[in-house]
């Protein structure tokens, strides 16, 4: 299973359309220095799974990444909320 990522307070339940100017700059500075570590994260993840890909970020990885992903997905929806809950094997 992949684990969850902690984000900032300002994200959590909200649409990044409803940020304000200054709280999505916050954000974008979280993301861009968190990349090592959230790609970090993924690369385990990925090589945890027994799969071997090189991610170098060039096309075919990026692709291979995708498909990687898409095998190992599952979306669970609970009706009774009408939230969707995701989670990767």
């Known amino acids: 299973m992949y684990p969850a990522i902690e984000v900032p307070e300002i994200k959590q339940n909200r649409e990044f359309s409803d940020f304000s100017k200054s709280e999505a700059k916050d954000y974008f500075k979280w993301f861009q220095e968190t990349k090592e570590s959230r790609l970090e994260l993924l ?3 990925v090589n945890k799974s027994g ?13 291979e990444l995708s498909i990687w992903i898409l ?3 599952e979306q669970k929806t609970n009706f009774k909320s009408h939230f969707t809950e995701s989670s990767v094997e």
């Open 43 to 45: 690369v385990k993840t």
């Open 71 to 73: 095998s190992k997905f």
């Open 51 to 63: 799969d071997s890909i090189i991610i170098d970020y060039s096309r075919n990885s990026i692709l």
